[in-house]
């Protein structure tokens, strides 16, 4: 199998701008995201990241064209993400790039326009206990998980969850408030794989959970590329035909003629 190549893509805001942030994510969470994904993946893989502050928010549609799977967390700069961009990465979602969602990028331009809803939520900061269960054991982005796992603090996500319905739910949240929230949901669009993934809340330390990166890891591979894609109409010549033809060409039916409706 061809190496993986993965971009991380972060907003890279939140770190700049709040002490506690910087203070637990030094780096970025998207170095973070990407050190976890180095760690686990070996020589398979090829973790590159990129950030809302570079040109093109590193996202020229080359290094597109070179992405296997793009992985996304963003929260307060949604609006100042590019819509030249959005468009470049709905078009390779669509030819079969892979595309992973982690937590507040729920409200991103790119998972609302791939979602076609407001993609809403409910939600509380108190720093209390999420229990995430696996309800689909089988899944292959559930690989290596218990029945469930905990994050101790965290930020509360509660249904409803203004999204399709999940092709396939993976895992399921439970919070020391009561709520529960579909927390592992995947669709397909087009060629591509989408994978959104609720933990990664900045002021937790969520993305050097040994759960939270094994997840990742896992959906990574999940999402990869399959087989071969078509994004356009192209026409098909008649020598090109899987079987010899004669070409006709069209027609003009009037009253009168056999066949005439």
């Known amino acids: 199998m061809s190496q ?12 700049k701008e709040n002490e506690l942030v910087a203070e ?15 760690e686990r993946g070996g020589d398979g893989i090829e973790v590159s990241t990129a ?11 080359e290094r597109l064209d070179a992405t296997d799977v793009l992985i996304w967390w963003g929260h307060r700069a949604h609006g100042q993400v590019d819509d030249e961009v959005v468009d470049r990465i709905q078009k390779r979602v669509l030819q079969g790039m892979g595309l992973i969602v982690l937590h507040s990028g729920h409200y991103s331009k790119i998972f609302k326009r791939l979602m076609g809803t407001t993609c809403s939520i409910t939600w509380r900061e108190a ?21 469930y796992f905990e994050l101790p603090n965290t930020e509360m996500y509660g249904e409803p969850f203004a999204v399709p319905a999940p092709e396939e739910q993976v895992f399921v949240s439970w919070f020391e ?5 579909r ?30 990166r094994r997840v ?21 010549p008649v020598e090109k035909a899987p079987e010899k033809i004669e070409e006709k060409g069209p027609k003009l039916h009037k009253p009168g003629d056999e066949g005439y409706k």
């Open 24 to 38: 637990i994510y030094p780096k970025g969470m998207h170095t973070v995201i990407a050190e976890g994904l180095e």
């Open 183 to 212: 927390s592992g949901c995947c669709w397909r669009r087009g060629n591509g794989k989408i994978f959104y993934f609720r933990p990664g809340h900045e002021t937790y330390p969520i993305f050097y959970d040994d759960n939270v």
């Open 4 to 15: 993986l190549r993965v971009v991380v893509w972060g907003e890279n805001v939140h770190e």
């Open 127 to 147: 720093g209390e206990k999420e229990r995430l269960w696996v309800c689909n054991p089988g899944h292959p982005i559930a690989a290596g998980i218990d029945r």
């Open 177 to 181: 408030g009561g709520e529960v929230f």
């Open 216 to 236: 990742i890891h896992n959906a990574v591979q999940w999402a990869r590329p399959q087989g071969l894609w078509i994004d356009s109409c192209p026409n098909i």
């Open 51 to 61: 950030t809302l502050q570079e040109p093109e928010h590193g996202l020229t549609e």
